[in-house]
């Protein structure tokens, strides 16, 4: 190259340099632009800034968040949306013993109330061959027992007092409990003639299907508020 000709190109750069604006002619940072090809990020080095003295917002940080459960939350967060309550094994509610409408072929008339204590069901009887169904707790062994009572009072969220027999064998128990969400009577009962037997709540959903009384027959709250809403008093109740 001609030392003329290199003359010419100094000269020219000078008077080029002479005419941008010295604002302008700063070096502007890199811009980081997202790629469409695969990922990854392409990096443009611009020499001034774009019109209006602005510099172009990275793509990346427009990009709405892929992955996320609308929350904010990664799909497998453990304190978002996979977060459950722990429940023991042994506490957790059998859904065998779910409500339900179910075929009866007995001979018990409608509005009765029919107990299977050996599978843990009670059947109030609808008619036209159906019966609804409820998972129920009874007596332990020992305290099983069958017959024909009648529904001879309803309570709602109704107090407890252990019978004598009762605290004989657990002194610990208190002797009175007023009703209310800790008391083992639950929601509500329906006491069985003059016995001491009930139809009641419980406060252990999770005892549901188990030989676990003292010869009471225990429902979920849910159920017996239900139930309890269904029948009156004089019902007729069959224990087999």
Not at 18 to 47: K, T, W
Not at 109 to 134: E, H, M
Not at 197 to 202: L, Q
Not at 203 to 223: A, H, K, L, Q, Y
Request: proline content about 9%.
């Amino acid at each position: 190259m001609s030392k003329k000709f290199m003359l010419a190109l100094l000269a020219s750069a000078s008077i080029l340099l002479a005419s941008v604006d010295p604002v302008a002619a700063q070096a502007a940072p890199p811009v980081r632009v997202a790629s469409n090809m695969g990922g990854g990020f392409i990096e443009f080095l611009f020499g001034g800034a774009p019109q209006g003295g602005r510099y172009q917002q990275p793509m990346y940080q427009q990009q709405p968040d892929v992955g996320f459960d609308g929350r904010g939350l990664p799909p497998m967060d453990p304190q978002g949306i996979y977060r459950q309550e722990a429940v023991e094994p042994s506490q957790r509610f059998d859904p065998r013993y779910n409500k339900q409408m179910v075929d009866y072929h007995g001979k018990e008339s409608a509005g009765t109330i029919v107990i299977d204590t050996p599978n843990k069901f009670l059947y109030l009887v609808q008619g036209d061959g159906k019966a609804l169904r409820y998972g129920v707790g009874v007596g332990r062994p020992g305290f099983t027992w069958s017959g024909v009572k009648t529904i001879s009072a309803k309570k709602e969220w109704p107090a407890w007092t252990p019978p004598p027999e009762m605290l004989a064998r657990r002194p610990d128990l208190p002797r009175h409990m007023e009703g209310g969400p800790e008391n083992p009577l639950g929601a509500r009962a329906m006491y069985l003639g003059t016995s001491l037997y009930r139809i009641h709540g419980s406060n252990e959903p999770w005892t549901i299907g188990t030989n676990v009384s003292s010869g009471c027959i225990r429902m979920r709250n849910e159920d017996v508020i239900d139930l309890y809403g269904r029948v009156g008093v004089g019902t007729k109740v069959v224990v087999i």
